[in-house]
């Protein structure tokens, strides 16, 4: 597993919460969050970061989507 | 009605942090070390694996790879544990708004009044232990009591991420059979005294009158008994309402010796600027200057004298360090460490004490000089601007403030 490092587009909702919107993958394919489940603290002991963790469902399936500070990562293969 | 105390340790907190980092190093024996170029070669932490080969922290790099060939050693990043002690720390405010830290990695919390709310401290140390886990990716002991000596030797019982309770029904039996050195505050002297007249246990300190004790040791002999009876009542402090800044200090081992007053006036300077910026930006002024100096055998002496006014200003809380520095070193031996604190603070408020003899237009211009040195830093980093005669010797030159990071704790504030 390798912690990948991605590009987020996201936007601040009404009530001031942070909604990622679409993210692009390491070789620059567009893939937009359909759905936002949940999000909350968590640690990734696969890729090694910690932040707020966002689970989400992109293209029918559910991908977790880690804010570690200012950056955003994902758990790759 | 009885309190409720937890502590909490972060188990092998450093280490942990950088296996969590890394999960290359994922059943690996684990250590972080200081440079062992800068002399600041031992070890700081490590992980349960490394801690099975028998290595110790505090003991030398050298030593530990000894015992333990495969040792893996990382250099610390402060940055990083700062950031996960105040992750812990959040956790910990959602249960309590008593919480004392206890260096980087400890805290007490006192959750008497939330046990209405979250159920008895059983429940709460095993929430905290379990959303430690998930929300930071390391885990913590938690030991339970009613009071804070005995929840610190509950968190040492079982280890890692686990919980010990230490009530009133059970304490005889868990804590009186544990060695003295257990309780807090018995040092390697202490103990050897205690010993001298057959006290052993922490059952033992517990059992035997306190006239003895203080006959012993002074007034510690009286708080040893009353840690080892459980009739400790010091209270957890409150966030945010710890305890006055008493005095603010900067050491350092150098990268070699020091053989001369060159030398040491150079430390002085790197020391006394990092001081004084940590000063500044508590809005403190401090009116006595101390030193520290280690030789290389490892013997201190501590000295200090007064300053005419308080200052915050570098130049002259070097200049009154290295005063003192000439009136009482000899050069009988090389230095290893050095240090320079500033006590008696005051908060400047504007109002001075003006001098006969000083000029005070040049004190005020001095002291805007270094605030102007401060925002240049802060813009383009510790290195942007330097003092002369720091140039002299790149290996001695260092920033304390960001590179040299020290908890002081003690537990009577």
Not at chain 1, 6 to 22: A, K, N, Q, R, W
Not at chain 2, 22 to 34: C, D, I, N, S, Y
Not at chain 2, 332 to 346: A, C, E, H, Y
């Amino acid at each position: 597993m390798r912690k990948v490092y991605i590009d987020v587009m996201s936007t601040f909702t009404m009530d001031g919460e942070l909604l990622p919107l679409f993210f692009l993958w390491e070789d620059g394919t567009r893939y937009d969050i359909d759905k936002v489940l949940d999000f909350q603290k968590a640690a990734s002991l696969r890729v090694g970061g910690q932040g707020i963790r966002f689970r989400c469902r992109v293209m029918n399936k559910e991908v977790y989507i880690f804010l570690e500070e200012d950056k955003w990562f994902m758990e790759g293969k | 009605m009885e309190r409720v105390i937890l502590h909490s340790d972060l188990n092998n907190f450093y280490a942990s942090v950088e296996c969590l980092h890394q999960p290359e190093l994922q059943g690996k024996p684990v250590a972080v070390g200081g440079s062992v170029e800068r002399r600041h070669g031992i070890i700081l932490a490590r992980n349960t694996i490394a801690k099975n080969f028998g290595i110790k922290t505090g003991e030398a790099i050298w030593q530990a790879r000894q015992r333990c060939p495969g040792l893996i050693v990382t250099p610390p990043d402060y940055g990083k544990y700062i950031r996960f002690s105040k992750l812990a720390r959040e956790i910990y405010r959602d249960y309590t708004d008593k919480i004392e830290a206890f260096g980087i990695d400890e805290n007490w919390l006192d959750v008497t009044d939330s046990t209405r709310l979250f159920g008895d401290g059983e429940h709460i140390a095993h929430e905290i232990r379990r959303r430690m886990r998930a929300e930071t990716g390391i885990t913590v002991s938690v030991g339970v009591s009613w009071n804070k000596i005995f929840a610190k030797l509950g968190s040492d019982l079982k280890k890692p991420d686990d919980v010990s309770v230490i009530s009133p029904d059970n304490y005889k039996q868990r804590v009186w059979p544990l060695p003295a050195k257990e309780l807090l505050y018995v040092g390697p002297s202490t103990r050897r005294k205690l010993a001298k007249i057959g006290l052993y246990t922490i059952g033992d300190i517990a059992a035997v009158s306190p006239a003895v004790l203080t006959g012993l040791l002074g007034k510690w002999g009286e708080y040893l008994w009353s840690f080892a009876n459980g009739l400790d009542t010091t209270p957890v402090s409150i966030l945010g309402t710890e305890s006055m800044i008493k005095g603010i200090g900067n050491s350092m081992t150098t990268p070699r010796d020091l053989e001369n007053n060159e030398d040491a006036k150079m430390l002085f300077y790197i020391l006394s600027e990092s001081v004084a910026e940590r000063l500044r930006s508590h809005c403190l002024k401090g009116r006595t200057v101390q030193i520290h100096v280690r030789d290389r055998d490892l013997v201190t002496i501590d000295r200090q004298a007064p300053l005419n006014t308080p200052t915050f200003v570098s130049s002259e809380i070097a200049e009154k360090a290295f005063e003192i520095f000439l009136k009482n070193w000899t050069w009988n031996k090389p230095i290893r460490s050095i240090g320079v604190r500033v006590t008696d603070l005051v908060i400047p408020d504007g109002c001075t004490q003006l001098s006969l003899f000083d000029d005070d237009n040049r004190k005020l211009k001095k002291e805007l000089l270094e605030k102007c040195i401060d925002d240049i830093r802060s813009r383009y980093g510790h290195y942007s601007t330097q003092r002369a005669l720091m140039l002299k010797d790149k290996k001695l030159n260092a920033n304390p403030m960001e590179e040299n990071v020290i908890f002081p704790v003690s537990y009577f504030r």
